[in-house]
């Protein structure tokens, strides 16, 4: 499969149950995510809808089925931290390198740019002392660095799961200018009409 044959458009809470099947490997099997269960569909619109609420949260589609999501959200709850925001990504296991991932996050990042956001940050589970295995691997750092993302910060044994710890490494990418002088910010909801018309999410 071929990136040009994936679409990208708004996500709903509708989409929670097709959504939450991509996210559940990564739960059960993958310490891409810390987090210990699977939550319930219920609770995935929940988390959906939060998202909608300021941000923009993105399906990727091939053939009318979804085969990826990603989001933003606030970086911190402190007003002076309002130009940065957090990313995250997910695409089915069995779509993955075939340049899903390449188009949600692009179109994430021109959404985010009209709403006047400067900063992407990405929080990153990493193998301790790069003992990669069958639960944890570098692709993820290496797709954000082929992103334009840099390296800023690592944890160490910040992260147990499976019986074992994992390191947590943070990376950034600056889609703006950092003026003192900056436009209002904008709410994905604010920005929709024109992403579609610019973009073509929809």
Known sequence: MSGENVTVRTASAEDAERL????????????????????????????????????PYLAAETDGRIIGYAY??????????????????????????????????????NIMR??????????????HG?????????????????MGYSWVGQFHNCGFKFGRWYDMVWMEKFIGRHDAALPPLKSFDEVRSLVSQRYGIK
């Open 130 to 146: 790069g003992q990669r295995d069958e639960t944890l691997d570098s692709n993820s750092t290496e797709f954000h660095l082929h």
């Open 114 to 127: 009209e709403m006047g956001i400067l900063n992407l940050n990405a929080c990153i589970g990493f193998p």
């Open 72 to 109: 933003a959200g606030r970086f911190h709850e402190r007003a002076a931290y309002a130009r940065c925001a957090e990313t995250s990504i997910y695409v089915d296991r069995s779509c993955r390198r075939c340049g899903t991932g390449r188009k949600l996050y692009t179109a994430l990042e």
């Open 20 to 55: 939450l099947e991509i996210y559940a490997p990564y739960v059960k099997n993958t310490a891409i995510t810390f987090e210990y269960y699977v939550p319930s569909v219920d609770e995935f619109r929940r988390r959906i809808a939060g998202v909608l609420r300021n941000f």
